[in-house]
């Protein structure tokens, strides 16, 4: 993601396979055997009070992705800030 502010419009684009919204939770910041910077972990929880597992973003790239993990769609982008840190 593009900074911490990308990481948090990353994570507020996320859906269920359903299409509700998700919540999430910051665990940690985290060294990586796959980037020389730490990665920052999110619990993702759904609707129901359920996690559905941790993802780790990595604040220091340049724009946003465009692909969510498995088991969960990614709304579109909603606002300018939003649309400016995708590709």
């Not at 919540?23 to 985290?30: K, L």
């Not at 796959?34 to 993702?44: H, K, Q, T």
């Not at 993802?55 to 800030?81: D, F, M, V, W």
């Amino acid at each position: 993601t593009r900074a911490v502010l990308g990481s948090t419009s990353y994570l507020n684009r996320l859906r269920s396979l359903n299409g509700e919204s998700i919540s999430y939770e910051r665990v940690g910041s985290f060294d990586s055997l796959v980037s020389e910077m730490p990665v920052d972990g999110y619990e993702i929880i759904g609707s129901d009070g359920e996690i559905l597992g941790v993802l780790y973003l990595s604040p220091y790239h340049q724009r946003n992705s465009e692909k969510a993990p498995a088991g969960l769609n990614l709304a579109l982008a909603t606002n300018i800030t939003e649309q400016q840190n995708v590709e």
